[in-house]
């Protein structure tokens, strides 16, 4: 067993002002997606300014921020919240949706698109291989605050986190969801793309990777509290909003190569 390492959640404290891990690590997604973004943008779009990048990066990162928010009230606590909707602004303590923030992105790319003479797939391919520059940094945060912690097991590697009641040696699953979502779907993506790919299908490999390792973890990780299983002991709201994913994914890649030529370069 691995001793977990004691981080206080709070990285700095002004007075009465805490700047939480939680809370940088978005700003190092974001940050990250917008330096990689920068390399990538004469191949996207020679015509396109900086100015306009970090408009596009911030709308999108408002869809992330508000969309994971709302889609966790939504998808896993809606009674705690509609009992005490002060909580909502909580967003130190955790509580974000991966998928609610994937919508939230998809109606940023849809307005913003619409703006700027771009069709929504055209963003959504040439935004797909940052975001796990930002969902890697987000498990870190999740590792930081002890929370979204695994089952009990007798694994090597396995940690007691001290938000645990229980005590029990665990599955450390926000590193495996670190590894998979974060650095394994960077490389998936970024290897891809360097190659000239026809429109949907960057999209479509996001979608579907992130459905396929998303679904895979959740058979170690223990659910949402107030939710827990939904059938069989086992499938969990996780892996039921993945489901469209993989199939949508496989959907798009598979139009993508039956509809589309190639699409210019987009390799960084």
Known sequence: MLPYPQIDPVALAIGPLKIHWYGLMYLIGIGGAWLLA?????????????????????????GVIVGGRLGYVLFYDLHAYLASPALIFEVWKGGMSFHGGFIGVMLAAL????????????????VAPMVPIGLGAGRIGNFINAELWGKATDV?????????????????SQLYQFALEGV????ILWLFSRKPRPTMAVSGMFALFYGIFRFIVEFVRVPDAQLGYLAWNWLTMGQVLCVPMIVGGLFLIWLAYHRAPAAPATAV
Do not use: C, I, Y
């Open 38 to 62: 920068s390399r990538r943008l004469n191949r996207f779009d020679p015509t396109w300014t900086k100015e306009k990048l970090s408009d596009m990066v911030f709308w999108m990162s408002m």
């Open 111 to 126: 307005w913003f698109g619409k703006k700027n003479n771009k069709s929504f797939f055209q963003l959504m391919d040439f």
């Open 156 to 172: 090597p590697w396995a940690m007691v986190f001290p938000t645990d009641p229980a005590q029990l040696a665990r599955h450390p």
């Open 184 to 187: 394994a779907l960077f490389a």
